[in-house]
Nanobody, 128 residues
Framework: VQLQASGGGLVQAGGSLRLSCVLSGGTLSSYGMGWFRQAPGKDREFVAAISWSGTGTRYADSVKGRFYVSRDNAKNTAYLQMRDLKPEETAVYYC??????????????????????WGQGTLVTVSS
């Protein structure tokens, strides 16, 4: 299984971006999906997760109401729609696959160690 994240770039504060994560070598519907981010000099932190069907989601408190996670299993693709971005959200954003398809229903969704597959990351830069 391989994950390819894309959609990052430079955006002004208050702007929007949509990240995509394509899974190859497997079937997306077999996995719960997570999004994480890592700013320079900081630990990787949880952003959002989604269950295999898309009906279950979980968000970090800092992004609730501004970020929206979704997936299209037919396209083997997960998405992270980000709105009202802030400069402090500048980071490399990673998608990850969890063999627990219901991971979004658990606090464990925020634990990086539960994700067996990771994309290479896509850089999001938010200018002030």
């Amino acid at each position: 299984v391989q994950l390819q994240a894309s959609g990052g770039g430079l955006v002004q504060a208050g702007g929007s971006l949509r990240l995509s994560c394509v899974l190859s070598g497997g079937t997306l519907s077999s996995y719960g999906m997570g999004w994480f981010r890592q700013a320079p000099g900081k630990d990787r932190e949880f952003v959002a997760a989604i269950s295999w069907s898309g009906t279950g989601t979980r968000y970090a408190d800092s992004v609730k109401g501004r970020f929206y996670v979704s997936r299209d299993n037919a396209k083997n693709t997960a998405y992270l729609q980000m709105r009202d971005l802030k400069p402090e959200e500048t980071a490399v954003y990673y998608c990850a696959a969890n063999v627990n398809p219901y991971i979004a229903g658990s606090n464990a969704a925020a634990d990086t160690t539960g994700y067996g597959y990771w994309g290479q990351g896509t850089l999001v830069t938010v200018s002030s």
